[in-house]
């Protein structure tokens, strides 16, 4: 390694242990599609009959996308619903795992005898 690329290393200031946010799909909606298509969320609503509050609860992270919204979005943005259904469901898990984790820590798994 050359010295400037250890100094952007060391730079970077990362440790192993840091975790990265929990991402909410909505942030993804809003970050990879809305924002770089420049779609509104009012076209948004209206183009998959989503009510306006449901689209706005989601980018702000308030609620979740549902199988309904799934499809909705698929359909709308040539993506799956399995895609918007997994970022809600991988959303939801680390939630749990990270509200709970000390209760989860004290189940002990079964043995067969």
Known sequence: MTGRMVQKMSELKITINERLPNIHPGEVLKEEFLGPM??????????????????SEIIHGKRSVTADT?????????????????????????EEELNHKDEFKMIKQYTYA
């Open 38 to 55: 420049n779609i509104s969320a009012y076209r948004l609503a209206k183009e998959t009959n989503i009510p306006q509050t449901r689209i």
């Open 70 to 94: 799934a499809i909705r979005f698929s359909k709308f943005f040539g993506t799956t619903p399995e895609f918007w259904l997994n970022l809600q469901n991988s959303y939801d898990l680390e």
